[in-house]
């Protein structure tokens, strides 16, 4: 990756934690937690996402922003480290979904399944960017690999397959989302059998 596409910046002197792992308490009771956010490449939107976490009492330390490296749906990973009192930190992630920002990982919380969906149908012409905002905003999923097969061109039948992470335990209710998406865009919706051994 070109040293030009990734922006770190530095925004207190306390060293950034690493996510996953117990996070290192520091002055006063406070902890240092990392969030890995996926926002749109538009401007403006970084500073819609930090407003959340200083407007709850996070106070920032570092941003790592990689805008040459590009999630699946096109968006930008950006890992933010602040540090706040634990009694805070469920507020913030909190405030941060309500603000619209997609929180792909917060402190140790990650999402711990995965559900694999395919979808059949005029996907070009029904916007498939618009597909996948659905799935996202309306299942709370997040898609982290898609494969789109068109064989007669955008304008006939084409099928993709959508990896997803979701939250544990809620496979049903995301299928249930994504089945009443394929509905509103005349989909065919091939959805993974729940609760059995493969």
Do not use: W
Not at 42 to 71: K, V
Not at 135 to 144: R, S
Not at 161 to 190: C, F, H
């Amino acid at each position: 990756m070109d040293a030009r596409d990734t922006e770190v910046v530095a925004m207190g002197d306390e060293p950034a934690a690493n996510s996953g792992e117990d996070e290192p308490e520091t002055d006063g009771g406070v902890r240092a937690y990392t969030v890995r956010l996926e926002l749109v490449d538009e401007p403006g939107e970084l500073l819609r996402a930090l407003a959340p976490i200083a407007d709850n009492g996070g106070n920032l330390l570092s941003i790592h922003h990689e805008r040459g490296n590009i999630t699946p749906r096109g968006h930008i990973p950006v890992e933010v480290d602040f540090e706040c009192p634990p009694d805070r930190f469920d507020g913030i992630v909190s405030a941060l979904r309500d603000a619209g920002v997609n929180v792909i990982q917060a402190g140790e919380e990650h999402y711990e399944e995965e559900v694999n969906v395919v979808l059949v149908g005029h996907l070009v012409e029904t916007d498939l960017s618009n597909t996948l905002s659905r799935i996202e905003d309306e299942a709370d999923a997040v898609v982290q690999d898609l494969s789109l097969a068109a064989p007669d061109g955008t304008d006939g039948v084409a099928s993709a397959r959508a990896r997803l992470a979701i939250d544990s335990g809620r496979a049903a209710e995301v299928l249930e989302a994504i089945r009443a998406i394929g509905s509103d865009k005349d989909l065919t919706v091939v959805e993974p059998l729940l609760g059995g051994e493969a």
